[in-house]
């Protein structure tokens, strides 16, 4: 329309989100938001809504963006749920890694930020945790662990992910980082190992 500022919503989005990564959400103003996404608080809100609904868009982003990536790794899940899992955390190590993102997990730190947020925002980023537990407990029954088992490593392999946002966050190197997943990796060797012997039975 003449007259009226063009821009393009995807590159807004990620802008934002970036915004938020980076800073999180407690320290991210309207103007933090403007200044990142180029728009003026009039377009954010009538584009966008006000913080919390941008807010929620950025965390429904970046789940969607990196979800896609965590269930790419885990569909070898069925015959090589170790190389599965080593995949699923290559995602998380390639992308602290990657120098043009920002530290850290946006996921993880919204959900430790739940006190400070909406809650409806609160619920947005726990329930972006559970999805990740999810996944991983079909990947693991489906690698061969029964359903206690695989739920029990389902919550530390989640844990442990997270974790590694938060450590590089604070500074830990990908030497530290790899070391935590190997102890990670070895302890699962060695559940599957014994699932598969219980599954075969005797001889």
Not at 59 to 88: I, K, N, Q
Not at 130 to 146: E, I, S, T, V
Request: with cysteine; net charge negative.
């Amino acid at each position: 329309m003449a007259g009226r500022k063009q821009f393009d919503t995807d590159t807004a989005l990620d802008a934002a989100m970036i915004q938020f990564w980076r800073a999180g959400y407690a320290d991210t103003s309207v103007d933090d938001l403007s200044r990142a996404t180029g728009l003026n608080r009039s377009s954010i809100y009538s584009s966008f809504g006000d913080k919390d609904a941008l807010f929620t868009r950025c965390l429904e982003r970046y789940a969607t963006r990196y979800g896609a990536e965590y269930e790419a790794a885990l569909s070898c899940a069925g015959e090589r749920p170790l190389a599965a899992v080593r995949a699923f955390f290559a995602v998380t190590l390639e992308r602290v890694a990657d120098p043009g993102l920002p530290d850290g997990c946006l996921v993880a730190q919204s959900a430790m930020a739940a006190p400070v947020l909406s809650p409806g925002v609160a619920t947005r980023a726990r329930e972006a945790v559970g999805f990740q537990r999810a996944r991983l407990h079909a990947a693991l029954k489906a690698g061969g662990l029964h359903e206690e088992t695989a739920g029990t490593y389902a919550v530390h392999v989640a844990a442990v992910n997270q974790s590694l946002a938060v450590m590089s966050r604070a500074g830990a190197d990908a030497e530290q980082l790899h070391a935590v997943v190997d102890v990670t990796l070895d302890a699962l060797a060695r559940a599957l190992e014994m699932g598969n012997g219980a599954a075969r039975g005797p001889g």
